[in-house]
């Protein structure tokens, strides 16, 4: 037991270092390229920091662990919401543009319908499902993309170093942050079977919260460096990506039909903690520490539930 428990502490420090060196590098692309911190978040960052759940998601699906994949994508979202969002809020509320906030949130309430219809109409994620959801979150990239593609450049915006040099330092962090959480996740895995936890418990915590870590390290850092609105962003994106990209991907290359021990309450709780996340600032423009407070004691409530 002592080498799962060193490796887990070992993932911990480099989850950190890379989650400084993966935010200096995206503020420093947004700054040179004249780009929202939200926009950077809940793009490049977002897809940055959701590589962890692709991999183990499809890695779950393809060995046929259709609970492990599932858990993974609906946990995460919720543990990025419930955890992650909540902390950030209660440490640090702030001013968010109603315009700039409000596409990344469609987005998801679609996605998340869509996935509610198809897995209680189908009794699962079927191929063509997977594919759709796909296809989602490249529509989404795409007209992201396009939206910011009239903003002129900021050639000079006091940022040193090339945009290569910068990018280059981008995949090295998510790199770094991949790396961590999967050494974190896959000693944190060990540790609990020995416990006897049973997989889809695993699935809805410990590989959720697992997979989770680059947000949670993005957002804590972001939050000390001031960049509040990137870790906001992050988290919007990922749980968007986490349906479509994660939960359709898996779907695309390994058909699972929805786990039979499954109920409604995780569903329930991820439309619940989003609501709570995004109505407040869809209708007055920016996020209260009251809103943290809430999904923080909501998520503890949660994870007593499952154990």
């Given at each position: 037991?002592?080498?799962?428990?060193?490796?887990?502490?070992?993932?911990?420090?480099?989850?950190?270092?890379?989650?400084?060196?993966?935010?200096?590098?995206?503020?420093?692309?947004?700054?040179?390229?004249?780009l929202?911190e939200?926009?950077i978040?809940?793009?490049?960052?977002?897809?940055g920091?959701?590589?962890?759940?692709?991999?183990?998601?499809?890695?779950?699906?393809?060995?046929?662990?259709?609970?492990?994949?599932?858990?993974?994508?609906?946990?995460?979202?919720?543990?990025?919401?419930a955890?992650?969002?909540?902390?950030?809020?209660?440490?640090?509320?702030?001013?968010?543009?109603?315009?700039?906030?409000?596409?990344?949130?469609?987005a998801?309430?679609?996605?998340?319908?869509?996935?509610i219809?198809?897995?209680?109409?189908?009794?699962?994620?079927?191929?063509?499902a997977?594919?759709?959801?796909?296809?989602?979150?490249?529509?989404?990239?795409?007209?992201?993309?396009?939206?910011?593609?009239?903003?002129?450049?900021?050639?000079?915006?006091?940022?040193?170093?090339?945009?290569?040099?910068?990018?280059?330092?981008?995949?090295?962090?998510?790199?770094g942050?991949?790396?961590?959480?999967?050494l974190?996740?896959?000693?944190?895995?060990?540790?609990?079977?020995?416990?006897?936890?049973?997989?889809?418990?695993?699935?809805?915590?410990?590989?959720?919260?697992?997979?989770?870590?680059?947000e949670?390290?993005?957002a804590?850092?972001?939050?000390?460096?001031?960049?509040?609105?990137?870790?906001?962003?992050?988290i919007?994106?990922?749980?968007f990506?986490?349906?479509?990209?994660v939960?359709?991907?898996?779907?695309?290359?390994?058909?699972?039909?929805?786990?039979?021990?499954?109920?409604?309450?995780e569903?329930?709780?991820?439309?619940?903690?989003?609501?709570?996340?995004?109505?407040?600032?869809?209708?007055?423009?920016?996020?209260?520490?009251?809103?943290?407070?809430?999904?923080?004691?909501?998520?503890?409530?949660?994870?007593?539930i499952?154990?």
């Amino acid at each position: 037991m002592t080498l799962p428990i060193l490796l887990f502490f070992l993932g911990l420090i480099v989850l950190v270092k890379c989650g400084d060196v993966f935010v200096n590098s995206s503020i420093a692309l947004a700054r040179r390229f004249h780009l929202s911190e939200l926009f950077i978040g809940t793009t490049i960052v977002s897809i940055g920091t959701t590589l962890p759940e692709v991999t183990v998601s499809i890695t779950a699906a393809l060995s046929g662990q259709s609970q492990l994949a599932y858990g993974n994508a609906v946990g995460s979202v919720i543990c990025n919401t419930a955890l992650i969002a909540g902390l950030s809020l209660a440490i640090r509320p702030l001013p968010i543009s109603k315009f700039s906030f409000v596409n990344i949130v469609i987005a998801f309430f679609l996605a998340a319908g869509f996935c509610i219809f198809i897995s209680y109409s189908q009794g699962g994620f079927p191929r063509g499902a997977g594919l759709l959801l796909v296809l989602g979150f490249c529509l989404y990239t795409f007209v992201s993309i396009r939206k910011q593609k009239g903003e002129p450049p900021e050639a000079e915006s006091g940022v040193s170093g090339s945009f290569l040099f910068h990018l280059v330092y981008l995949v090295i962090g998510a790199a770094g942050l991949y790396l961590g959480s999967h050494l974190m996740v896959d000693n944190a895995q060990i540790l609990a079977l020995a416990l006897g936890v049973s997989t889809k418990v695993i699935g809805l915590s410990i590989v959720a919260l697992g997979t989770s870590l680059p947000e949670l390290t993005t957002a804590v850092i972001a939050l000390v460096k001031g960049h509040s609105q990137l870790s906001i962003g992050n988290i919007l994106g990922a749980n968007f990506f986490n349906l479509t990209l994660v939960l359709g991907g898996a779907a695309l290359v390994a058909p699972a039909p929805l786990p039979a021990s499954s109920n409604p309450l995780e569903l329930t709780l991820m439309l619940v903690v989003m609501g709570i996340l995004t109505i407040p600032p869809l209708l007055k423009g920016r996020t209260y520490s009251w809103q943290g407070i809430l999904l923080l004691l909501l998520y503890i409530g949660y994870l007593i539930i499952l154990f």
